[in-house]
């Protein structure tokens, strides 16, 4: 969910025809890039008020079995034109942390995936990736208790996802989200663990259930020899401290070799299938 600059504007020369060159200016630069924010944010708000948003999942995978444990809620927009091209998030999500939409998207897909788990008795659990902005929201934890009570939803069938770099920003805001968090029934999982190297020291203060390896480790993992040692070192702690451990990005059976032999718990990625917008059973 996440340019370089030079003196030469090639992009503006290029627009204005061959054997043209342009003094990069950054008073244009910026301009188009605040016409570009504004547009995302007109469409976002179009997409909440229109309801072009939906929901696709990824499975989460037992390692020593290959069984399904839970899904990963994805989020997508639809084009209001009617195209069948889906936006990806990477496209909007960006925008919508900076201006502050993002609370209203996550909001959103934590309703929707509620509503589906209410509407799908045999549906596997949920896993749902919220924001920094969304964590620092006191009313949230009160917002997914009132939710999974209305819609009568087991709260064990729901996993709140928080990423490392937001926990560690503030260790207290964080204990203290996590608490509210299990207290509503739901398990926490702290997301692209090692991204920052410094939750080492950190997670023995962070009472999450599970911890999700940041894919930049597994990616490449049966060729990368310090990539081996690190996540050796994370599943190690992670299990020494009663914690589960999850790899994404598993994209090869070497790679589940590899982190089944490790140890490590649960996986998910494209070796297991891309996500889908059907809703898988258990």
């Known amino acids: 969910m996440h340019s370089g600059e030079n003196y030469v504007d090639t992009y503006r020369a290029k627009n204005q025809g061959k054997n043209t060159w342009i003094i990069y200016d ?6 188009e890039a605040t016409l570009s ?5 007109n469409r976002i708000k179009q997409a909440l008020d229109q309801n072009l948003f939906e ?5 989460v995978y037992e390692t020593n079995r290959n069984t399904l444990t839970h899904l990963e809620s994805l989020i997508r927009m639809r084009n209001s034109n009617g195209s069948d091209n889906l936006i990806m998030p990477g496209q909007f999500i960006p925008v919508a942390e900076k201006n502050g939409q993002i609370v209203h998207i996550d909001q959103w ?10 509407q799908n008795p045999t549906m596997p659990p949920v896993a749902i990736n919220i924001s920094g902005r969304t964590f620092s929201d006191p009313a949230i934890p009160n917002y997914i208790h009132n ?6 939803v087991d709260p064990r069938r729901l996993l709140i996802e928080l990423t490392e770099t937001v926990a560690v920003s503030d260790i207290q805001d964080a204990q203290r989200f996590i608490e509210a968090i299990q207290h509503t029934g739901c398990w926490v999982c702290l997301d692209d663990f090692g991204s920052g190297f410094s939750t080492f020291g ?3 203060y962070l009472d999450v259930e599970i911890i999700k390896i940041d894919g930049l480790f597994i990616r490449d993992l049966p060729k990368n020899r310090d990539n081996q ?17 999850v790899a994404e990005f598993v994209e090869d059976a070497a790679t589940l070799s590899m982190i089944k032999s490790m140890g490590i718990d649960l996986a998910q990625g494209y070796y297991f299938g891309r996500p889908t917008v059907q809703i898988p059973n258990k």
């Open 202 to 204: 950190y997670l023995k």
């Open 55 to 59: 929901i696709h999942f990824q499975g």
């Open 109 to 118: 897909v934590i309703k929707r995936s509620i509503e589906l788990l209410s």
């Open 37 to 41: 924010r504004i547009t995302w944010h």
């Open 147 to 152: 939710l999974l009570n209305k819609f009568n």
């Open 229 to 245: 040692i690190i996540v050796k070192a994370m599943v190690e702690v992670a299990h020494g401290l009663g914690k589960m451990t």
């Open 26 to 31: 950054p008073i244009y630069d910026n301009s």
